[in-house]
């Protein structure tokens, strides 16, 4: 009980320095804000900061590397959908609703990863790590018979975390509340679907 309470303790402070972290630089932009201002609204020691971020770059890729923890951490629950088409759907829903809860800093944090190349090469990695589970969700369906034999997984997991990355993007880029991002996904999905569907 006390390791998990432990745990939750820490996964707390370290979504409060990042939460913090995301609106200083909002206000300040983001080359202006030092680990130590950081600190200082966290109200912790530089060491605890570093305890949960290598460096300040860290924190602007921690969004992705959150999504990528928690599509492994419940990967095989979505394999336990009996319709492969549902499957999927569940898994962006589920990505997109964690996105919306805290919409203002997911818009944030897109922005400032948008502005850095660096930033950009390391969240393209995260992407990656996200195709591939979704590539694994398509290779165990096509060895159910539920995926068309004229599809590659790999090909498939890329166009369809290309448009989830676009439609979060673009719902990034407007003014509408997160609820628009998902209806707009699901009509770029059908579209896709009818090459995916093996009947």
């Given at each position: 009980?006390?390791?998990?309470?432990?745990?939750?303790?820490?996964?707390?402070?370290?979504?409060h320095i990042y939460k913090t972290a995301i609106?200083?630089?909002?206000?300040?932009?983001?080359d202006e804000v030092t680990v130590e201002e950081i600190t200082k609204a966290c109200g912790i020691a530089k060491g605890t900061f570093y305890n949960y971020f290598a460096r300040k770059e860290?924190?602007?890729?921690?969004?992705g590397r959150s999504q990528i923890e928690y599509i492994h951490k419940h990967l095989e629950?979505?394999?336990?959908?009996?319709?492969?088409?549902?499957?999927?759907?569940?898994?962006?829903?589920?990505?997109?609703?964690?996105?919306a809860e805290e919409s203002e800093?997911?818009?944030?944090?897109?922005?400032?990863?948008?502005?850095?190349?660096l930033h950009m090469r390391e969240e393209m990695s995260a992407i990656g790590v996200f195709q591939d589970a979704v590539a694994w969700i398509l290779r165990r369906a096509a060895e159910r018979g539920e995926l068309g034999t004229h599809v590659d997984p790999d090909e498939a997991s890329s166009v369809l975390?290309?448009?989830?990355?676009?439609?979060?993007?673009?719902?990034?880029?407007?003014?509408?509340?997160?609820?628009?991002?998902?209806?707009?996904?699901?009509?770029?999905f059908e579209v896709v679907w009818q090459g995916l569907d093996a009947k």
């Amino acid at each position: 009980m006390r390791v998990m309470l432990r745990e939750t303790r820490k996964k707390e402070l370290k979504e409060h320095i990042y939460k913090t972290a995301i609106h200083l630089f909002r206000d300040k932009g983001f080359d202006e804000v030092t680990v130590e201002e950081i600190t200082k609204a966290c109200g912790i020691a530089k060491g605890t900061f570093y305890n949960y971020f290598a460096r300040k770059e860290d924190i602007i890729l921690h969004l992705g590397r959150s999504q990528i923890e928690y599509i492994h951490k419940h990967l095989e629950r979505y394999t336990q959908i009996p319709d492969l088409k549902e499957r999927l759907l569940k898994l962006f829903q589920d990505l997109m609703e964690r996105d919306a809860e805290e919409s203002e800093l997911f818009r944030l944090t897109v922005q400032e990863v948008m502005r850095s190349s660096l930033h950009m090469r390391e969240e393209m990695s995260a992407i990656g790590v996200f195709q591939d589970a979704v590539a694994w969700i398509l290779r165990r369906a096509a060895e159910r018979g539920e995926l068309g034999t004229h599809v590659d997984p790999d090909e498939a997991s890329s166009v369809l975390v290309g448009i989830y990355m676009y439609s979060l993007l673009t719902w990034t880029a407007s003014a509408e509340g997160p609820d628009r991002m998902l209806p707009v996904f699901r009509r770029r999905f059908e579209v896709v679907w009818q090459g995916l569907d093996a009947k």
